[in-house]
């Protein structure tokens, strides 16, 4: 009897964001594995177990969902967003290649999902309308040395930079540290937008500049898009203004 | 009277990556504007009207799709994946912030949608499992200078590429040179993963080294995700591999 691991991407917020391939494949698990706040997202049916657990627990509810899966069983494993960025899919596929070689025959399916940059990105106009790098602030996972030439890197090549992750309550200084390195590089007046808890009733976008911007603005909840140098805001009487990239760079910068 | 434009992705291939989101706003719509491949995905309601256009006239259709809603209409405009990646949603920003004053007080949403990368990705494991970057290839909106710099920066600092638009008719020695460009930074053996037509009943996915990387394997519906050094692959009995970048970085390389 062979079992089947789904790895579902819930899209951000609220149930909008879901596609019909991740409904379906929700509907038809009979155990669902997550961090808790994912799981309490999703309506419980009857013939469903769900299995909550922790953040920073990700490899252990990988091997657990897989364990379950193996023994014959139809088994989900959500993440919030994409499970492909900085999510669960990672997380399964490196436990299938360091667990036992029987994981290795299980059937395992990847559903994508809205990942939260292009979610933000949505709500203020077409940040990520050009070349743009996504980058996680979390040093739990590689040391910071790494991280500040990937900011230096990706800011001077001229991509707009997504950053995950940008703050926790281990990791109070990381984006202040991170705000100051892209200040070496980028005008004062580049476009940062800030956007917190998309698709959830809380939702909050801001946009501000790399010289005001406030490292307080940031929490585990938030995204955070630097713009480029080429990344312009358009003012617009009566609403919030848009922030876009636009699809043509004229000139190579010294 | 006011209209209103909904900018909206359709992710890639068929309607199981739709988001329900994106499905109530196509509903809405009384006339739609889109890539004619993209429009033919549609059905059409009786209540709309399509309006077709081709390739490289993205400037044009956006600011007739705006016209159009200024009247007092709902109007919608698609993109295939996300309308933020490459797409119709800094064309439709770009027109609003170089046409007619009265453009800025127009109501515009953002729809977001599977963009390719995050489609092909689920199709082989987690390639972007931890920091990557979006970069196109075209040349016809930036020079080919800036790209290879890019290139080199992205190759260089440890971030996966997904490259979109990697080949056209009229750019066939693009992709060749960059992935001379890339075997330079790189590895021979770093993992890459070509996904052509995803979702749709005519699907490739194919996964090749850097050193055997073919050229001519891709073409304008292709999407092309370079791993990093940290890429790994993982061999399966009787079932295709799993592609994944570890979500952890141990150290820093010179």
Request: hydrophobic fraction near 45%; charged fraction near 20%.
């Amino acid at each position: 009897m062979t079992g089947t691991l789904s790895v579902i991407g819930l899209g951000p917020g609220d149930q909008r964001y879901l596609t019909e391939d991740a409904s379906d494949a929700l509907h038809a698990a009979e155990a669902i594995y997550g961090y808790r706040p994912y799981l309490d997202r999703i309506p419980i049916r009857s013939h469903q177990i769900h299995y909550p657990s922790e953040n920073r627990e990700e490899g252990l509810r990988a091997a657990a969902a897989i364990r379950h899966a193996v023994r014959g069983h139809n088994v989900a494993v959500v993440s919030g967003g994409d499970p492909g960025v900085f999510a669960m899919a990672a997380a399964v596929c490196e436990a299938i290649d360091t667990g036992p070689e029987e994981w290795r025959t299980l059937d395992v399916e990847f559903v994508p999902g809205i990942t939260a940059m292009l979610a933000v990105a949505a709500r203020i106009g077409a940040p990520l309308g050009h070349d743009f790098c996504a980058l996680s602030l979390s040093d739990n996972l590689k040391p910071w040395e790494l991280i500040e030439q990937r900011l230096d890197a990706a800011a001077n090549a001229g991509f707009v930079i997504a950053l995950y992750n940008p703050v926790s309550r281990a990791r109070p200084w990381q984006f202040g540290r991170a705000i100051e390195r892209l200040r070496r590089h980028l005008p004062t007046t580049t476009p940062l937008v800030f956007g917190r808890a998309v698709g959830r009733t809380d939702e909050q976008i801001k946009m501000v500049t790399l010289d005001a911007a406030e490292t307080a603005s940031a929490d585990m909840a938030t995204l955070v898009i630097v713009g480029s140098r080429e990344t312009r805001v358009v003012v617009r009487p009566g609403r919030e203004p848009l922030v876009y990239t636009p699809r043509a760079v004229a000139e190579v910068s010294a």
